[in-house]
Structure formats: C-alpha cells, structure tokens
C-alpha cells in the first residue's frame, strides 16, 4: 500500500531498555520527520532528515537517535527509555523544498515507559 | 527558532456557528503556514494551507487570512458541523530550516 506507515502502533517498554520506532514511505519524498505529541505541548520536533543520509536536530532530540540509510526509512531510537519519554510518536513525509508543501503523517506509536 | 502561539486552546460553539482560531509567529523570514486537523486517536492530516505571497485563501467553509506585517494568521470555519469537531493544529515554516513548528492546538467542539 502507498503511503506513510510506523511500527509498531503500540508499544510498552521498561526504563533503560533501548527501543526503536519504524517508519516507512512508499512515496520517496526526500524529506521525513519525528514528532511527539503530548498533551499541553502540541507536536514537537525530534528530528529531521532532507535525504538519505542527513539528519538533523529538532527541538527536542535529547535521549533519540536517527539513522536514514535508505529514503524511505526513518527510523527513531530511543537510546535508554525515560518515563518522561512516554508520549505518542508522529513520523511524516514530505516533498517540500523551499515553498513548502503537505506533510503526510503515520498513524502514531504510543510508547509507554514504565 | 521559530515560537508559535495559538489561541484560544479550546473554543466550544453551535452548530451553524462560525469558529476563529489564531495562530501568532516570531519570525519575519517564514513563508509557509498550513493548518491541520486532528480527530481523536487519528493522525494530523492538512485541511488548507497559505504562503506568504497570498493573504487570504478560501475553501468551501473553511479559509486561512496571513497579515505578514502583522505575523499572525487566522483559520475561519463557517457554519460548523459536528464532524468539525477535533484539534486544530496552526503550522509555520521558515524555509532556511526546511522544518514545520506547531502551535499547542485548539480543541474545537460544536455541538448540535
């Protein structure tokens, strides 16, 4: 199926283990994000990625980290899982240069660290 | 960086009545500022968006206003329906970071 899809939708975890969120897209859009979502606070960055290869720092990145070897995978890894890293996990596409254009999101991870 | 404002947080009308929601931005170099729909447990998804070269953009009930000078822009529902209900999101995006930032949302109920 074309479009934009993570893995897995839900997921609990126990402090200090390592965990790792799965996005995948089908429509090669050069561009992908990380957000989280927590009541309060709306969407925050985590991180972004212009290409296979380059990523990059949002507003939040502390305790994350991203690889992107192919272009249509961009995968989140939580290094050692923190209570405060219990939130739900938006990963998005688009093919925006400079103009800007619709960022196409995955249907969530809700994590829960306990 | 880039420091959105929406306002109200939450904002409950009629049905048939018009809904405004605010959204105020810090930087003069942003040129992109789309608005998203979210309903419960789904996944944000855009409803309209504007650049900075147009002031005003309308879709059936629904329209965005942009005041550059001013660096706030406006997202208009007219005769509001149930299924309007959701969180409305208010985006920015300066194009020398190439990243979207959000504004906290705005919980939208109508009510029949």
């Known amino acids: 199926d074309a479009g934009i899809t993570q893995s897995p939708r839900y997921k609990i975890t126990e402090t200090g283990r390592q965990v790792t969120l799965m996005c995948h897209q089908t429509?090669?859009?050069?561009?992908m994000f990380w957000y989280r979502q927590d009541l309060g606070h709306g969407l925050r960055l985590i991180y972004y990625s212009a290409a296979a290869d380059i990523t990059d720092k949002g507003e939040v990145p502390d305790g994350y980290v991203v690889s992107r070897s192919k272009t249509e995978n961009f995968p989140l890894t939580l290094e050692s899982a923190t209570r405060s890293q219990t939130s739900v996990y938006f990963c998005?596409?688009?093919?925006?240069?400079?103009?800007?254009?619709?960022?196409?999101f995955g249907q969530g991870t809700r994590l829960t660290v306990v | 960086g880039e420091n959105v404002e929406q306002h109200p947080s939450t904002l409950s009308v009629q049905e048939g009545d018009s809904a405004v929601i605010k959204c105020t931005y810090s930087?003069?170099?942003?040129?992109?500022f789309p608005w998203y729909k979210q309903e419960l447990g789904k996944r944000p998804q855009l409803i309209i968006d504007?650049?900075?070269?147009?002031g005003e953009k309308k879709d059936q009930r629904i329209a965005v206003t942009l005041n550059k000078t001013a660096k706030h822009f406006s997202l208009h529902i007219t005769e509001t329906q149930p299924e309007d209900s959701a969180v409305y999101f208010c985006?920015?995006?300066?194009?020398?970071?190439?990243?979207?930032?959000f504004g906290k949302g705005t919980m939208l109920l109508v009510s029949p």
């Open positions: 504007i650049r900075s070269n147009v």
């Open positions: 998005a596409s688009s093919e925006w240069g400079d103009i800007g254009a619709e960022a196409f």
């Open positions: 930087d003069s170099a942003s040129n992109y």
């Open positions: 429509w090669s859009h050069s561009y």
């Open positions: 985006a920015v995006m300066n194009s020398g970071y190439s990243t979207l930032t």
